[in-house]
């Protein structure tokens, strides 16, 4: 059993760093589709629009941007995996992975809380259209989810900032925190983690004020497919023949459904974590802008509006590893969950 669970990890684990040798390919056809002379990829590294003409011509040499684009690659995957993503532009002579890791863990916070709170609100919803299938509850549920699903992520934001932050004024609509607290120490980087550890409570409520409406913005967007798997996994396990048994031995519709039904239903739904956590960080970049939620999106958003070319692809590069991360960690976690899956 245990060989099986390390076999099955190293065949993932190797998919996995096939999926990162490519994304790295991908990137460097980006960044000289988009840059294709020397002199173009030297500003870029210089990380200053005013370099001189010694400095550009002494970064080429050091960088070998004269060499055949199949050196350039692998002496790129070499120094991404030495943790050298280029200088922002943006924030001059700043290291790429620098600024990253300053706005990447508020993403992750956001990313992560809204992502639970969508695949908890899919799990209770499909479970619930599934018992009441072709019923009034399950045609109510459908025509909620496929409307927030198709919705524009921006739109979902935009109407849940009007409703609760303008209307009802109930939330805050913009910012991380109140600008007016003093922040805790930066430990995590996580704001409101950091608020916990650092005993800043009266900081830590404001920030999960804030976090609220984009947090719950990408489950309201995300959600429609983990209500969808769960409620057609819910049926099938619904017409299974032990639950049937266990409906003739007298035990309640709430016992047989989230006791029996559900613990063999859930199996599948494992897999819509990566799914979910992909989709939440796509909509995180339009939400973070929506509701200026200082993260990478936000930061994106402004690298975009500033042509910061390597802040951009540094943005690809760590969101597409953190996607192929979740992919698989969702492998192992189904695994584990079915060992059935070990052997294909």
Not at 42 to 59: D, E, F, K, T, Y
Not at 152 to 162: I, R, S, W
Not at 207 to 224: D, E, I, K, N, Y
Not at 292 to 316: E, H, R
Request: hydrophobic fraction near 55%; glycine fraction near 6%; charge should be positive.
């Amino acid at each position: 059993m245990v060989s099986s669970i390390v076999l099955y990890l190293i065949r993932r684990s190797i998919n996995a760093v096939i999926t990162i040798v490519l994304l790295l390919a991908l990137v460097f056809i980006l960044l000289h589709t988009i840059i294709r002379s020397p002199e173009g990829l030297a500003r870029v590294i210089c990380g200053n629009p005013h370099c001189s003409n010694s400095a550009i011509a002494l970064i080429i040499k050091q960088n070998g941007l004269t060499n055949p684009l199949w050196v350039q690659f692998f002496s790129y995957i070499n120094q991404v995996f030495h943790g050298n993503l280029g200088i922002d532009t943006f924030y001059r002579g700043r290291p790429e992975l620098s600024v990253i890791e300053a706005f990447l863990p508020i993403t992750l916070e956001l990313v992560v809380t809204g992502s639970a709170l969508g695949i908890l609100i899919g799990i209770f919803t499909g479970s619930i259209a599934a018992s009441n299938r072709n019923r009034a509850q399950d045609y109510g549920i459908k025509a909620v989810y496929l409307t927030a699903w198709s919705a524009p992520v921006f739109l979902v934001g935009f109407v849940l900032q009007l409703i609760f932050a303008y209307w009802l004024k109930l939330l805050p609509a913009h910012g991380i925190a109140n600008a007016f607290l003093t922040p805790p120490k930066v430990l995590t980087g996580a704001p409101l983690i950091d608020a916990l550890i650092d005993g800043k409570w009266v900081y830590a409520y404001s920030v999960a004020q804030h976090l609220v409406l984009p947090a719950f913005a990408l489950a309201v967007a995300s959600f429609g497919i983990t209500t969808r798997l769960t409620r057609a996994s819910m049926i099938d396990a619904l017409d299974r023949d032990y639950v049937k048994l266990a409906y003739m031995k007298g035990l309640s519709k709430r016992t047989v459904v989230w006791g029996t039904a559900f613990r063999n239903a859930v199996i599948p739904i494992i897999t819509l974590i990566a799914l979910t956590f992909a989709f939440s960080v796509g909509g995180a970049v339009i939400i973070e802008d929506v509701f200026s939620y200082y993260g990478m999106g936000y930061f994106t958003v402004q690298a975009i509006y500033n042509s910061d070319y390597p802040a951009i692809l540094a943005f690809v590069l760590i969101i597409g590893l953190a996607v192929i991360i979740a992919n698989l960690v969702a492998d192992l976690l189904y695994a584990v969950a079915d060992p059935r899956v070990r052997l294909t």
